[in-house]
T-cell receptor
Framework: DQQVKQNSPSLSVQEGRISILNCDYT??????FLWYKKYPAEGPTFLIS?????DKNEDGRFTVFLNKSAKHLSLHIVPSQPGDSAVYFC????????????FGQGTELSVKP | KAGVTQTPRYLIKTRGQQVTLSCSPI?????VSWYQQTPGQGLQFLFE???????NKGNFPGRFSGRQFSNSRSEMNVSTLELGDSALYLC?????????????FGPGTRLTVL
């Protein structure tokens, strides 16, 4: 039973355009959500997070939107740059999750010059 | 501040052997979590330690164990290695725990079991 799902395994975007990565979750007890970026053979790098009391959080080119009623979050990258090419994981946690992050399967973003 | 460090970065073992991986968290962080990443299963939670106590454990067999020292450094041990244990093992630290604080990951240890 996958509680966090990233239904798009890959996404290709032109440099300068917007990249939108999506994530759905099933557990209504999740209250903290994060996005990580990962290059091969490296650990995930934290990008941005959002608490369930908010519906939007912005940090530079990265914005995360949370729609609690739809149990859906998205990461917007504007403008996309070739250096953004990596695998993006969304993760969720909650007070009843016993101190663990539940990760989605990841979306591989390719930003073409 | 230095980031999370993991040693060794790469390891090759044979079936039946055991292995110990080490993780040093960010200074001041008391929570250390371990994850296994494989192509088929993605990132899966192994366990979390806080102040030398295991607070939470994922769904892995008892061959996987860990501990945390008083300086918050952590080790994980895998005994009787199987081919399926080949994976990238990631350690992450946070100040109070993943439920409340952002976890920061180390570069991982790539374990290959032959």
């Amino acid at each position: 039973d996958q509680q966090v799902k990233q239904n798009s395994p890959s996404l290709s975007v032109q440099e300068g355009r917007i990249s939108i990565l999506n994530c759905d979750y099933t557990n209504s007890m999740f209250d903290y959500f994060l996005w990580y970026k990962k290059y091969p053979a490296e650990g995930p790098t934290f990008l941005i997070s959002i608490s369930s009391i908010k519906d939007k959080n912005e940090d530079g080119r990265f914005t995360v939107f949370l729609n609690k009623s739809a149990k859906h979050l998205s990461l917007h990258i504007v403008p996309s740059q070739p250096g953004d090419s990596a695998v993006y994981f969304c993760a969720a946690s909650g007070y009843n999750q016993g101190g663990k992050l539940i990760f989605g399967q990841g979306t591989e973003l390719s930003v073409k010059p | 501040k230095a980031g999370v460090t993991q040693t060794p970065r790469y390891l090759i073992k044979t079936r039946g052997q055991q292995v110990t991986l080490s993780c040093s968290p960010i200074s001041g962080h008391r929570s250390v979590s371990w994850y296994q990443q494989t192509p088929g299963q993605g990132l899966q939670f192994l366990f979390e330690y806080f102040s030398e106590t295991q607070r939470n454990k994922g769904n892995f067999p008892g061959r996987f164990s860990g501990r945390q020292f008083s300086n918050s450094r952590s080790e994980m041990n895998v005994s009787t290695l199987e081919l399926g244990d080949s994976a990238l093992y990631l350690c992450a630290s946070s100040s109070r725990g993943p439920s409340t604080d952002t976890q920061y990951f180390g570069p991982g240890t790539r374990l290959t079991v032959l």
